[in-house]
């Protein structure tokens, strides 16, 4: 079992910055691919990025290619999300979330409770 923690929401303004993080603890987190989802409101939860278990690997949402960063840090237990030139469609609820091993359609076996951010015009 692993356990994700989610924090760094918030609100902000349109063209700021925000970095989210990801807290695990549980069975060894660095055997674990690791990835990030948004689910907005009256929308479907969707992909946004994620990560190997070794960090060599990442991928990105169209939408948010080149604004945001995903990383990790094997040694904290955590993920972050750095997410730049945020958009009020970035708006949604943040989901952290744990693969044993990273699909074609990004499935995964942990999640996080969400972390809330709302971006404003």
């Known amino acids: 079992q692993v356990q994700l923690v989610e924090s760094g929401g918030g609100l902000v303004q349109a063209g700021g910055s925000l970095r989210l993080s990801c807290a695990a603890s549980?069975?060894?987190?660095?055997?674990?691919?690791m990835g990030w989802f948004r689910q907005a409101p009256g929308k479907e939860r969707e992909f946004v990025s994620a990560?190997?278990?070794?960090?060599?690997?990442?991928y990105y949402a169209d939408s948010v290619k080149g604004r945001f960063t995903i990383s990790r840090d094997n040694a904290k237990n955590t993920v972050y999300l750095q997410m730049n030139s945020l958009k009020p469609e970035d708006t949604a609820v943040y989901y952290c979330?744990?693969?044993?091993?990273?699909?074609?359609?990004?499935?995964?076996?942990?999640w996080g409770k969400g972390t809330l951010v709302t971006v404003s015009s």
């Open positions: 979330a744990a693969a044993r091993a990273l699909t074609p359609g990004y499935a995964m076996d942990y």
């Open positions: 549980g069975r060894t987190f660095s055997v674990y691919a």
């Open positions: 990560i190997a278990w070794n960090g060599l690997s990442t």
